[in-house]
Each structure stands twice: as C-alpha cells, then as structure tokens.
C-alpha cells in the first residue's frame, strides 16, 4: 500500500497555480476585497507578515484594511507550487522590489474548499540581500 499522497497531479496544481496568479494580481492591485477572499475565514487561519501577526481570518481583515499596498514592482522568484492529493498545497516563492536591499520571502499553505482554494497559513519575512 502507497502511503504517500499524490504530489502534483496536473489538473490539481492547474487549479492552485491558477488562484495563486490570482491572489498576486489582487496585491499587486491593492484589492482588498479579492485578498481578503483568499483566507480562509475561520479563527484558526493566520498570517504572519512583516510588521503583524494576525491570528484568525478577521484580524487578518482588519490588518488589510489599513495596510500600506504592496509595490507594484515587486517580482516574483523561485516559486514552487506543490500540490498534495487533492485539497491540500504549499506555495513558496521570493519577491525582490526594484532598489531594495532586501528579498522577501512568502510562503503559504492553500485549502481546496467548497467555495474554490484559500489561504489557512501565510508566512511573510525578508533577508538582507
């Protein structure tokens, strides 16, 4: 008996590739309705940016209401999308903003969910260059 979940089955990563384009464009484009959408609304998601700690999907709303939009220079590097079985992925990439002296670093876990893929676990931080 296999006891190791599918890794990456086509059709799955598709659909999480997909809503992570999705949430960037939505940060990219400071839209905090979709962002907020992208979490998974229950008191045990959380987000851990770089300047909060946001325990549950209403602090994290609450935070995205007065954030400071993201730079819409930021590029993305070395993201890996890995799914797992069916419901379940990791989304891990760097973002580098044109003069910073920093890359960042943001990873997330995604839900498969009956009103399509959100975000339980986000994890932001940043490294001198």
Not at 29 to 53: C, Q, S, W
Not at 88 to 95: D, K, L
Request: proline content about 5%.
């Amino acid at each position: 008996m296999n006891a190791t979940p599918d890794i990456n089955i086509p059709e799955v990563l598709a659909e999480v590739q997909s809503a992570f384009r999705q949430y960037e464009k939505a940060l990219l484009e400071n839209n905090v309705t979709v962002l907020n959408d992208f979490f998974f609304d229950a008191p045990f998601t959380i987000r851990y940016g770089m300047a909060e700690h946001s325990y549950g999907a209403a602090e994290i709303r609450a935070y995205r209401k007065h954030a400071a939009p993201v730079d819409p220079r930021r590029q993305l590097n070395n993201t890996i999308i890995t799914t797992i079985g069916h419901s379940a992925a990791s989304v891990c990439t760097e973002f580098l903003i044109p003069g910073s002296e920093e890359v960042g670093r943001q990873t997330q876990c995604w839900l498969r969910t009956a009103n399509g893929w959100k975000i339980i676990a986000a994890h932001v931080s940043a490294l001198p260059l």
